[in-house]
Nanobody, 115 residues
Framework: QVQVVESGGALVQPGGSLRLSCEVSGSSFSISAMSWYRQAPGKQREAVGFITDGGSTNYAESVKGRFTISRDNAKNTMQLQMNNLRPDDTAVYFC?????????WGQGTQVTVSS
């Protein structure tokens, strides 16, 4: 059974940095694309960015230049480095793993940006 687990969420001050991690376990197959999504209170879930198994990345305009996605295929992990955080980055951050055409979601990790 595939499990997706996010970690690293915390309370951080505006302008600060945070690194989130996502670990996928239980799959016998390789992971295609991995993505980060976020959902702020009262808003719809939105894409933050994704990374392909080849390492190509794509980001939402709102995080370009501030967030960086990386992954370790050997460990089935993905990271989200977030710099220059703003209050509107406050959200629950979710990891999505695409395996053989099926999406697997994690439970999310809370990021709060506040002074």
């Amino acid at each position: 059974q595939v499990q997706v687990v996010e970690s690293g969420g915390a309370l951080v001050q505006p302008g600060g940095s945070l690194r989130l991690s996502c670990e996928v376990s239980g799959s016998s197959f390789s992971i295609s694309a991995m993505s980060w999504y976020r959902q702020a209170p009262g808003k719809q879930r939105e894409a933050v960015g994704f990374i392909t198994d080849g390492g190509s990345t794509n980001y939402a305009e709102s995080v370009k230049g501030r967030f960086t996605i990386s992954r370790d295929n050997a460990k089935n992990t993905m990271q989200l480095q977030m710099n220059n955080l703003r209050p509107d980055d406050t959200a629950v951050y979710f990891c999505l793993a695409l395996i053989r055409g099926r999406n697997y979601w994690g439970q999310g990790t809370q990021v709060t940006v506040s002074s």
